[in-house]
């Protein structure tokens, strides 16, 4: 059985689009079509119902969907165990990032990354939204802020202390804040269902659950709304520095700690094997931000050089230890 024929599969029945698979897998939509039917043909079984103008998985294709996916998976770990072995570092990286990270110039980073590596090949997909490594084909997503629970494993990258902050003419129309509680009755930038701001003073943790007229999913949307003078903003230090700097925006509630646990991070899925691939990208991305924080400065008031598991944490090199606890 083709392994590429099963992986095709697995994404035309994730997404339910030929075309949008064969430009994934830079094959045309009849090459793509061709392969499903010769894998129907070999099992016997009709995996689709297709029309001109739609596709979905058969009741057989949705029972063979869940054992491809072991078969998968346990292919991956296979490759993944004869590449650790001979220490080939080559193949092809799926990598998710946010848009709101353009102030770290990853794209740079990037680059530098596949001139040092030159049998990697990368896709990388800018999106605001949280994807799903394992069902999307992710080999790994950098992420930013606080990471919820989940069975994904992680590495901290970089420090990404946060701030609040306003424009000077909303401040002079609604007032200064001068405590997390006051937020309340602000008109604040809320980032996706960010609705809890968390802050820190000394051993005492506060909660302000804010409210305001814009809601978005894109960081640098908000923050051209705040320079407006529309509402407060909670968000990176780094994204802010020169309106900080010049005195477009203000630094708010500067007696708290913002940052909690923030952080820019690597995830990327909890397996046995990590492939060679992999653990070098994360190891570079890491050391180029590093590296370039000290060329320009220190960012971080408050450096945490550790990297843990999202639902548990883990040792420096994304490990899991052996009594996890939640994060």
């Not at 820019?264 to 397996?271: I, K, L, Q, S």
Request: hydrophobic share 40%.
């Amino acid at each position: 059985m083709d392994i590429q024929s099963l992986r095709i599969f697995g994404r035309v029945a994730r997404v339910l689009s030929i075309s949008s698979v064969g430009t994934e897998f830079q094959l045309s939509p009849g090459t793509i079509s061709k392969k499903l039917m010769a894998l129907e043909i070999e099992l016997g079984i009709q995996l689709f119902d297709r029309t001109t103008r739609s596709i979905r998985l058969t009741d057989e294709g949705r029972l063979f969907l869940e054992h491809a996916r072991d078969i998968l998976a346990a292919t991956e770990n296979a490759l993944a165990a004869i590449d650790e072995g001979f220490e080939r570092v080559r193949g092809r990286l799926k990598v998710s990032a946010p848009k709101s990270i353009g102030h770290l110039d990853l794209g740079s980073c990037f680059a530098s990354f596949l001139a040092e590596y030159p049998e990697i090949e990368m896709q990388v997909d800018l999106s605001s939204r949280y994807v799903n490594l394992q069902e999307e084909g992710y080999d790994v997503a950098i992420r930013t802020g606080e990471l919820s629970d989940s069975t994904l494993m992680a590495r901290r990258l970089f420090d990404d202390p946060q701030v609040i902050t306003a424009a000077p003419n909303y401040l002079a129309q609604h007032g200064t804040p001068l405590k997390p509680k006051d937020l309340e009755g602000h008109s604040c930038l809320v980032l996706g269902d960010q609705w809890r701001w968390k802050f820190k003073r000394k051993s005492s943790l506060h909660m302000a659950r804010v409210r305001g007229r814009v809601r978005g999913n894109d960081a640098n949307l908000l923050l051209r709304c705040a320079l407006e003078g529309c509402g407060i903003i909670h968000t990176s230090r780094a994204m802010v520095e020169d309106a900080l700097s010049d005195g477009r925006l203000k630094e708010l509630l500067k007696d708290y700690d913002t940052s909690t646990e923030a952080a820019v991070w690597a995830v990327y899925p909890n397996t046995k094997h990590v492939p060679p691939r992999l653990r070098v990208f994360i190891d570079f991305v890491a050391n180029w931000l590093r590296h370039r924080d000290r060329e320009r400065g220190p960012v971080s008031m408050n450096p945490r050089p550790v990297a843990k598991r999202t639902g548990s944490q883990a040792n420096e090199n994304g490990q899991r230890p052996k009594r996890p606890r939640a994060a």
